[in-house]
Nanobody
């Protein structure tokens, strides 16, 4: 049974920083894409950032402020968030997808961690 455990959320003032972590526990192989999504109240869940062996991509709203990285040895993905704004307030979810060739072999989500940006 694979579980994704997120940590690092919390309350921060505008302009501050947070670092989210998401570690996959259990037997997991062939990780393809690791990503972070967020969902604000009353809004749809949206992609924040994703990372594969080929590179990274970011939502326009976070480019230049957020950085996604991964540690393959630890099956962990990180999201460094700088210059946080109130509109970044949301529940942040990590997602890990396995891949074999072009086939998605599994798709796991974390339970989410709250990020609140407020003075």
């Amino acid at each position: 049974q694979v579980q994704l455990v997120e940590s690092g959320g919390g309350l921060v003032q505008p302009g501050g920083s947070l670092r989210l972590s998401c570690a996959a526990s259990g037997s997991i192989f062939g990780i393809g894409t690791m990503g972070w999504y967020r969902q604000a109240p009353g809004k749809q869940r949206e992609l924040v950032a994703a990372i594969t062996s080929g590179g990274t991509n970011y939502a326009d709203s976070v480019k230049g402020r957020f950085t996604i990285s991964r540690d393959n040895a630890k099956n962990t993905v990180y999201l460094q968030m700088n210059s946080l704004k109130p509109e970044d307030t949301a529940v942040y979810y990590c997602r890990i997808q396995g891949v074999r060739g072009t086939v998605i072999t599994y798709d796991y989500w974390g339970r989410g961690t709250q990020v609140t940006v407020s003075s």
